[in-house]
């Protein structure tokens, strides 16, 4: 997989940088911080292989469940009447099935509603071939993925915001996922945490300096 | 707008089935707490008796109380959102 590393002031700039080296979008790569400072940002920004995921009819056949669920929202989009290719992502836990194709934005919906209520549908329709807990994430032309990479850096900025104030950051309303991501993109930073206030579907991230523990 | 207040509270409802299935951890809901969400929906006198969006929540409501996986609650849920659609659009 190709990646470059990229510096800069800020993050922004960092990953600026090294999609320039890439010639790439923002849309098609994956960034991994690899340091911060006040005065420095370092990152490793990686394009994600879309030609790695199977394509139509020839899907992982090391994962049953997996190519049952794809199947599955194959033919859900077909009774839909949309044209769409379908596929397996590869290496991901837990399963997740890619949908690609032209003008998908009404597969999406408003604020990924209809892509979330597709979701929900194939995880019922599969039912008890999931073991317990288990679920498969469906995602329209990477939007969920870009949506965490997206809320990532919101959070990484305004972790460096924090460390530079002092004073706590409260975020736009987000989706449970999106502040999961949020939670999982701050939890090893030693100086800043990250906790929810208010009610669904106005809850909101807070992003404020750490607490020290009390013994 | 009619209908509005109705989509909101039914979007609402959604949400907390949502966070229960994508598990954010930062909240601890119970099922009373998306019971009372859906109720709050019922309670709307701009759902009509009889309509399919009452159905379908009153449906969402007994999957609720029967324990039914959070996915199984929210489809039932989108589908009284895809009714209060259709009912807004055809009056």
Redesign the interface.
Known sequence: MKSAEGRGRTLDEAVDAALIELGESRRNVDVRVMSESPGETVVEVTVIDHSVAPVIGTAAPANGKAETARSLVEGLLKHMGVRAQVTVRTAADPITIDISGRDLGALIGWRGETLRALQSVTNVMLGKQLAEGERVIVDVERYRQRREHTVREIALRAARQVKMTGDAITLDAMQAFERRAIHLALQDDPDVGSSSIGEEPDRRVVVGPRKPETS | MPGRAAAERI??A???V??V???????DLTPTEIAEAIRDCLELSEIEQGSNVRKYLGEALDAVSDGM?A??V??TL?AALGALGESRSGS
Not at chain 2, 21 to 27: H, K
């Open positions: 979007r609402k959604i949400a907390l949502n966070a299935a994508d598990g954010a951890g930062d909240e996986p996915d199984f929210a489809m989108y």
